[in-house]
């Protein structure tokens, strides 16, 4: 790494071996966005898809994180880059704004399938990935998590949307998101939760680069010893689809 040889230190002049000043300028945070702390309908349907009167009904449970990722695709959509295109009206011409980013819509089996229905009814033009992650066992508390499938597009330049319901340990989105990666590296990623575990949150600024959003519905504090959130909701996929064997 150079020293700084003048007062104003030139920027950009090594962007390959910055010197002591700009590399410390450089430095940058994850953007962690949590939806809850600011009072909206989002609250609602977050204490409904907490409950475990409500979540008896498997389909509003359903619909209820369908709901939620609407609106969390809504709050997303206003980070993205847009351009002024004209409007032929029955009396004239409009002016309006609209995002340019290319969209790839990655969803995280099986639990992730509501959220993706609402996100795609909003961003209805995005291209689709899909993503198998599950917990493989060695004993009643220890487990891998491994991924046994991913079908997507190239995401080379193009923003990509990674969804899934939790986000305990952070593990299974970590390996979602490198798997991803062989389909190319793209220009920004946005993570969406309903609920994260603060361990969670910190695995993934540990371990995932800094050019990613985390969007999430709540920080809950713990895990507990089968590394589900607590006080969480319990298991998404099977609250939303049948328990599995």
């Known amino acids: 790494m150079q020293i700084a040889n003048n007062e104003q230190c030139k920027v950009f002049c090594f962007p390959f071996n910055p010197c002591i000043p700009c590399a410390k300028r ?9 939806l809850s702390e600011q009072n909206s309908l989002l609250n609602n349907f977050l204490k409904e898809i907490r409950s475990v009167e409500i979540q008896k009904d498997s389909m509003r449970f359903r619909r209820n994180l369908y709901f939620f990722k609407q609106k969390t695709a809504f709050e997303i959509s206003k980070t993205f880059s847009y351009q002024t295109e004209n409007v032929q009206t029955l009396l004239g011409v409009s002016a309006t704004n609209v995002f340019t980013d290319q969209v790839v819509l990655s969803t995280v089996l099986r639990a992730g399938l509501p959220f993706h229905q609402g996100f795609f009814n909003y961003f209805d033009r995005a291209e689709n990935a899909f993503v198998s992650a599950y917990r493989k066992y060695k004993d009643k508390l220890h487990f891998d998590v491994l991924i046994e499938y991913i079908a997507a597009p190239s995401i080379a330049g193009k923003t990509l949307l990674i969804v899934d319901p939790m986000l305990a340990s952070g593990s299974s989105i970590e390996l979602a998101y490198k798997a991803l990666l062989e389909k190319g590296t793209p220009a920004h ?6 609920i994260a575990s603060q361990e969670g949150v910190e695995y993934v600024k ?3 680069p800094d050019n990613i959003t985390l969007w999430l ?6 895990l507990n010893e089968h590394a589900y959130i607590v006080p969480g909701l319990g298991d998404a996929g099977d609250l939303a689809f049948g328990k599995k064997e």
């Open 206 to 208: 540990k371990h995932l």
């Open 217 to 222: 519905g709540a920080i809950d504090s713990e």
């Open 189 to 194: 990623v946005h993570i969406a939760a309903i």
């Open 26 to 34: 450089r430095i940058k945070t994850m953007k962690i966005i949590n």
